[in-house]
């Protein structure tokens, strides 16, 4: 009996374990998606741009700044890096609900550089758990819509608003701003949106070479 017990274990440490290195690997079929590329920020570290070009990342967006506050310290070394590598890039800002759009759109304006050949800007709504603050939903778009003007505005560009799950049920987003979208979850398409969406984040675990730990692993629908 011991010996079953054991070799159930086994079994079961085997199979999470394959899966485990699958999911580190995993990525949408290039038949499926054929642009891909990935979501980057100081918290990935010192990142090889030449080699993870040549891992087959099409693009990267990069964090710029998360609400009104805080600047990627990172940003303009990543930047440059994207550039060099011929990759093309674009600007992430991580909104706030606990900051006013003005303020956030100042940050985003002063961090990033007016760039014709950069990809449109990117804001990401989130629920920050460090931010308690739930606006009413017509508050936050109006709010939002301000911020997407200012940003648009500086940039040259439409944006895309990438959103997540919890957030989008909460503010129903796809319903309220006229906007692409860019929606999250993991190997499986996302259905979530009132709109479907343009851009994916199909995995949070990748593990590519070129770049420390996991990134988040976007393709663009076809």
């Given at each position: ?10 079994l ?13 690997n ?24 030449g080699?993870?070009?040549?891992q087959g ?19 303009a ?85 990438n ?60």
């Open positions: 009996m011991l010996v079953r017990v054991a070799l159930a274990l086994t079961v440490a085997v199979l999470a374990l394959a899966l485990f290195f699958y999911a580190r995993w990525a949408p079929s290039r038949d499926d998606y054929p642009v891909q590329g990935l979501t980057v920020s100081s918290d990935n570290g010192p990142i090889d741009w080699t993870l070009a040549a990342a099409d693009f990267a967006y990069i964090r710029a700044a998360k609400g009104a506050d805080w600047r990627d310290p990172d940003f070394v990543n930047w440059r890096g994207a550039r060099t590598a011929g990759m093309r890039y674009g600007a992430m800002l991580e909104f706030s609900l606990c900051r006013l759009a003005s303020d956030q759109a100042t940050r985003f304006m002063t961090t990033v550089p007016r760039d014709n050949a950069a990809l449109p800007p990117v804001i990401r709504l989130a629920f920050d758990p460090t931010c308690t603050a739930r606006p009413g939903r017509d508050l936050l778009l109006s709010e939002l819509n301000t911020l997407v003007n200012l940003v648009e505005s500086h940039a040259g560009k439409t944006v895309l608003l959103v997540t799950e919890d957030f989008d049920k909460s503010y129903d987003i796809g319903s309220g701003i006229n906007r692409t979208l860019w929606l999250d979850g993991n190997f499986f398409p996302p259905d979530y949106a009132t709109r479907r969406w343009v851009m994916w984040t199909a995995s949070d675990m990748r593990h590519i070479d070129g770049i420390d730990g996991p990134v988040r692993w976007d393709v663009v629908a076809p």
